[in-house]
Antibody, heavy 116, light 107 residues
Framework: EVQLVESGGGLVQPGGSLRLSCAAS????????MSWVRQVPGKGLEWVAN????????YYVDSVKGRFTISRDNAKNSLDLQMNSLRAEDTAVYYC?????????WGQGTLVTVSS | DIQMTQSPSTLSASVGDRVTITCRAS??????LAWYQQKPGKAPKLLIY???TLESGVPSRFSGSGSGTEFTLTISSLQPDDFATYYC?????????FGQGTKVEIK
């Protein structure tokens, strides 16, 4: 069964940092782009970043460029999102997703709350 | 960035109804459009990609059409399990962008 499980969410103060992880199983992780997508509770979806199969290409939405870094470890079947200089507007549920340009499957999400 | 606009934002319908949701792009995305279904507290689920290709395992009552800037998602006969929020997503240009969602409610 293809499965993605996120971890690392929590409460952080504005200006703080947090690292999210996504553990993949049930498919050949190293053969797929991977993405992070976020959703403010009760609101819509926003694509955040993605990374090529071998990590050689990365793309970000403008609002996180210079603050967030996506990375992957194909030996461990894991995807990370390092989030620095966090702002209140980064509060959201963060999903990892296999990115075949369309997203499938998705993890269950991890909630990040940025608040003092 | 390409803006995706869905209409309506909310739709009230009954079991058995034919339902159509529209998604318009601010510029052409060719056929690079996907549709997702999301239920409360759950992750989105892919329904359709490349505008009209049904994802494996998705019931055939779901269909998609369109190209360029205008797309539709149709549910031919609404079932109780279909009450949810639906999102379109373009993947023609970075950043990938989503519509604001259409909530399908019970009438």
């Amino acid at each position: 069964e293809v499965q993605l499980v996120e971890s690392g969410g929590g409460l952080v103060q504005p200006g703080g940092s947090l690292r999210l992880s996504c553990a993949a199983s049930g498919f050949t992780f190293s053969s797929y782009w991977m993405s992070w997508v976020r959703q403010v509770p009760g609101k819509g979806l926003e694509w955040v970043a993605n990374i090529k199969e071998d990590g050689s290409e990365k793309y970000y939405v403008d609002s996180v460029k210079g603050r967030f870094t996506i990375s992957r470890d194909n030996a461990k079947n894991s995807l990370d999102l390092q989030m620095n200089s966090l702002r209140a507007e980064d509060t959201a549920v963060y999903y990892c997703a296999r990115d075949r340009t369309r997203f499938d499957p998705w993890g269950q999400g991890t909630l990040v709350t940025v608040s003092s | 960035d390409i803006q995706m606009t869905q209409s309506p934002s909310t739709l009230s319908a009954s079991v058995g109804d034919r339902v159509t949701i529209t998604c318009r792009a601010s510029q052409s995305v060719s056929g690079w459009l996907a549709w997702y279904q999301q239920k409360p507290g759950k992750a989105p689920k892919l329904l359709i990609y490349k505008a009209s290709t049904l994802e494996s395992g998705v019931p055939s009552r779901f269909s998609g059409s369109g190209s360029g800037t205008e797309f539709t998602l149709t549910i031919s006969s609404l079932q109780p399990d279909d009450f949810a929020t639906y999102y379109c997503q373009q993947y023609n240009n970075y950043p990938w962008t989503f519509g604001q969602g259409t909530k399908v409610e019970i009438k």
